[in-house]
RNA sequence: GCGCCUGUAGCUCAACUGGAUAGAGCGCCAGAUUUCGGCUCUGGAGGUUCAGGGUUCGACUCCUUGCAGGCGCGCCA
């Protein structure tokens, strides 16, 4: 249950009479108050309801409120402010219903009908190892879809592996380089556009391993032989960093599949059906762009679809695009059925969005395809930008980042802020064990609750059932109450913005909240929690704390952090 | 040149999608403080939300014109 639908649904039920027009009921909410003194929860329909009535919104609040007051017995006090608010302050024993409620799916909502959903992120090409600008938008989706799993949907993780064209031909060509110079000594070509990387050597040991018996001879050749496993290689590498972050796929599609399925004629087919492709000449990039001249080819039509230009299918030598490829692709990811589909991409992509959008528009009609952007990271140390490794050219691997400062801290950090603002990611402060450090201030939230159970032989896994909860009396303990009842806001607003920062914000002011408890025993011995000799009192506080540790659970296993027992 | 993202306290960022006196953490200032678990606590000061114009009862939020930063921009992937 979430107290804030179940009063506005309340409140609504109570005022049917005023009428409503459907087109803002959706505007009415039910909200904690910006500041404590508004008490409660606050109801803003007659802000919203003034104009159509044509009243003014105290007069009609006022209204409201008589309403209210004679109708429901929950509130001690029931406030008309201005601009039109109704704000309500409830009796302490509603108040502490509301924590009876919560068991291991506090937040969910219980109404929404399960979706299938397709959340595409990192697809990487499978050239080399995953680095920082990776884990951002791989964390992202990662969370994302536990949040989306946790709000009772069916969720498929999906990678796709860009196993096709000239990426993979120069990756191809590199190792095979890393071959021959592993074999005889002869010196890797520096000015081929080849990848420089080292760990192509590493790919090359791992590949000759595999071959065997195969005669390296020369590049035209072996190719065909070497391409397989050159992929392969890079992809175990890539699977073994994401496996470092807690991250496993659902599903992987390869690019190279889709072409051999030849998704991509039926896919032209539909498009050309809608009158959305046809052979033209691109007008001239602004810009850079010395050596283009005009040339027919065959394009998509995605102006239509409010993209800038329209955009290339086919190059001039009559082969397929890499964007083609990826129209297949989604074709096919269509096809597949989902309710709802989600891509994340790294914000160096943002330019691909509009061409994208628009083919998925045009392969199909509903608009049930988000794409999200995640920005940027900058590491720094000791207040200045970082780099950890000259591996990999200038790419800081994400290995690297895993190793320093282990899986709990990138995953809460690299969540901490908005996935479209761009993050600072500080080394000494994610291993700092401090308050200043957010990650170690929850978990030693979860630490110190444990610590509590056991010093008063409590299970903390065994519900207690027993407790009087009108011992709760403390305004710190108020405080925290309503804290744990914001959870279910926090859920609906991750859910509407597709944004999980939300949840560690949420888990930092909740840990915020019951360490204020636990330090006013310090002050007051009265507040110790566990410091003294009332048995009833201790009980009614253990439960108080046995749902807030309910709750930061939860949040916790959405992120894949760990509850940590012990610190 | 064009497109997307961003611009909020000294710094890093929130702000429930148009609501109340724009909030946190760090930093700064002033006090308190040896153990329920040590890696502190309580309070305070900090703002013309980049600038101008518009929309309305009401704007950080929407529209518009600028400015600044980031990213991207041909048939690469």
């Not at 930008?385 to 790419?395: E, I, L, N, T």
């Not at 801290?409 to 990611?425: C, E, G, P, T, W």
Request: include cysteine; glycine fraction near 4%; aromatic fraction near 12%.
């Amino acid at each position: 249950m979430n107290i804030f639908d179940y009063y506005k649904n309340l409140f609504l039920k109570i005022i049917k009479d005023i009428p409503i027009d459907k087109s803002i009921i959706k505007k009415i909410t039910v909200e904690t108050p910006k500041q404590k003194i508004f008490g409660d929860i606050s109801f803003n329909a007659p802000l919203i309801l003034a104009s159509s009535l044509k009243k003014q919104p105290m007069q009609l609040a006022n209204e409201i409120k008589e309403l209210i007051q004679a109708a429901n017995n929950d509130f001690e006090k029931i406030e008309v402010a201005k601009p039109g608010f109704i704000n309500f302050t409830f009796k302490k024993e509603i108040f502490l219903k509301f924590i009876k409620i919560i068991d291991k799916n506090y937040g969910k909502p219980t109404s929404t009908k399960s979706n299938k959903i397709n959340i595409e992120f990192v697809s990487a090409n499978p050239t080399g190892p995953l680095h920082v600008g990776h884990c951002r938008g791989a964390i992202f989706g990662d969370v994302l879809s536990n949040f989306l799993k946790f709000y009772g949907h069916n969720v498929v993780k999906e990678y796709y592996i860009n196993d096709y064209g000239n990426q993979i031909y120069l990756f191809v060509k590199s190792v095979y380089f890393r071959i021959i110079e592993l074999q005889k000594g002869k010196a890797f070509p520096e000015d081929q556009g080849l990848y420089p990387g080292e760990y192509i050597i590493d790919i090359a040991k791992d590949v000759l391993k595999n071959i065997k018996n195969e005669n390296i001879s020369s590049f035209d050749e072996t190719i065909s032989i070497l391409t397989p496993y050159a992929i392969k290689s890079a992809l175990d590498i890539i699977k073994k960093d994401l496996d470092l972050m807690g991250i496993v796929h659902d599903n992987f599609v390869s690019e190279s599949d889709i072409v051999n399925r030849d998704i991509l004629s039926e896919a032209i087919e539909k498009l050309k059906n809608k009158g959305d492709v046809y052979t033209g000449v691109l007008p001239k990039p602004k810009g850079d762009a010395e050596d283009w001249e005009p040339r027919e080819q065959l394009l998509f039509k995605s102006s239509k679809y409010g993209d800038d230009v329209d955009r290339a299918l086919q190059k001039s030598d009559n082969t397929w695009t890499y964007f083609a490829n990826d129209v297949a692709y989604h074709y096919d990811k269509l096809k597949r059925n989902f309710d709802y589909y989600i891509n994340i991409l790294g914000a160096d992509h943002a330019g691909y969005v509009k061409r994208l959008s628009s083919a998925v528009n045009a392969l199909n009609n509903n608009k049930t395809f988000s794409i999200k952007l995640s920005q940027i990271v900058k590491l720094y140390k000791s207040g200045k930008p970082f780099r950890m490794s000259k591996r990999a050219g200038d790419f800081i691997l994400a290995k690297d980042l895993i190793d320093a400062v282990g899986k709990d801290s990138a995953r809460f950090m690299m969540v901490y802020r908005s996935s479209n603002s761009q993050l600072d990611f500080d080394f000494d402060l994610v291993t700092d064990t401090s308050k200043d450090n957010p990650i170690f201030y929850v978990q030693y939230a979860c630490a110190r609750i444990n610590s509590l159970f056991d010093k008063s032989n409590f299970d903390i896994e065994k519900p207690i059932t027993d407790a009087k909860l009108e011992n709760l009396k403390y305004e710190t303990e108020f405080n925290l109450i309503k804290k744990i009842v914001e959870w279910p806001k926090i859920v609906n607003l991750c859910y509407q913005n597709l944004e999980v920062h939300y949840i560690p914000y949420y888990l930092y002011e909740l840990s915020s909240e019951f360490h204020t408890y636990w330090n006013a025993g310090k002050e007051n011995d009265d507040l110790k929690i566990i410091g003294h000799s009332d048995k009833e009192l201790i009980n009614s506080r253990l439960y108080l704390l046995q749902k807030l540790y309910l709750v930061l659970t939860i949040g916790l296993n959405i992120l894949d952090v760990k509850v940590l027992k012990k610190m």
